[in-house]
């Protein structure tokens, strides 16, 4: 009897969020662990679709960062990041689109599984994201950085409670195709479709205070001393672009963000419908 009281508890402390975000657009970047390991994954998704459930609508995007260095491993080919994003020659650019589709079906084909509905949505196929060459393209190569979102598009697939599951491989004026960096994607789509809010899964439990130390989380942190952190180097490595992404959505409208472990049974379900979450929440300055 105890352990079924605890469950009504857990759902009576869920209900107000339920009822708060009921018909908001939560955007979800999807990537690393949570990928690869068949349980994590499962849970990731297993969330999402709750979300969908409950009247939440769920934007999925995914990186696939493990599978492309792998995919790498296998053709001899270098892995190089600067400043935490993936330096693309013209040549990796395909492999990278390749293995990006093959990640993206898998997630629709997962969702269906759980009895959910997912749209894949390829950008090079249905142009749902444009893109420029990233400022810094003479050190990255064919990184891109977003020029225009399609919003119409995106915003068709949420309505009958399909879950949009998009890759940040684009195309530009150009006509090439462009690496976008996961994390800046979600964060430029969000901001497109006016979601409420941003989260991140990442591998670790959010930000530390101090690195490699757990008990340093810090749980909620407002944007001007993000940057702080990020000049301190505090912040450093594959964490900046994500943190850059919240602040980038937070200044244009997006309500909250938050970067948590998605290696975590269930971290989204306990980030977004408990009262004290699991990871970091940045937040607008006061």
């Not at 400043?83 to 990796?92: A, F, N, P, S």
């Not at 998009?166 to 150009?174: Q, Y």
Request: a positive charge; proline letters at 3%; charged letters at 25%.
């Amino acid at each position: 009897m105890e352990k079924a009281i605890k469950k009504a508890d857990v759902l009576i402390e869920a209900l107000p969020y339920i009822k708060s975000y009921s018909g908001k657009i939560f955007v979800i970047k999807y990537g690393g662990s949570a990928l690869i390991n068949p349980e994590i994954k499962k849970g990731v998704l297993q969330d999402i679709v709750f979300m969908s459930y409950v009247g939440i609508r769920p934007i999925l995007v995914h990186g696939g960062g493990p599978f492309i260095n792998e995919e790498f491993r296998k053709l001899g080919k270098k892995v190089k990041f600067t400043e935490g994003l993936r330096v693309t020659t013209k040549d990796d650019i395909t492999v990278v689109d390749r293995v990006l589709s093959q990640v993206n079906e898998g997630i629709v084909n997962d969702i269906k599984k759980l009895g959910g509905r997912a749209l894949g949505m390829n950008t090079t196929k249905k142009n749902i994201i444009k893109a420029r060459p990233h400022k810094e393209s003479k050190i990255l190569g064919f990184v891109g950085e977003i020029d225009a979102v399609n919003v119409d598009t995106i915003r068709n697939a949420v309505r009958p409670r399909t879950i949009p599951v998009i890759s940040p491989v684009s195309i530009g004026e150009d006509n090439e195709l462009y690496n976008i960096n996961a994390d800046d994607a979600s964060s430029e789509i969000a901001i497109a479709l006016k979601a409420v809010k941003l989260v991140l899964l990442t591998d670790v439990k959010g930000i530390m205070r101090h690195k490699g130390d757990e008990s340093s989380l810090i749980s909620t942190l407002a944007m001007k001393d993000a940057d702080t952190l990020i000049a301190r180097k505090v912040i450093q490595s594959g964490m900046i672009p994500k943190v850059k992404a919240c602040m980038n959505a937070l200044r244009s409208g997006v309500s909250k963000t938050h970067i948590i472990d998605g290696r975590i049974p269930h971290s989204l379900l306990l980030e977004i419908f408990t009262d004290k979450g699991i990871g970091t929440e940045i937040l607008k300055d006061k």
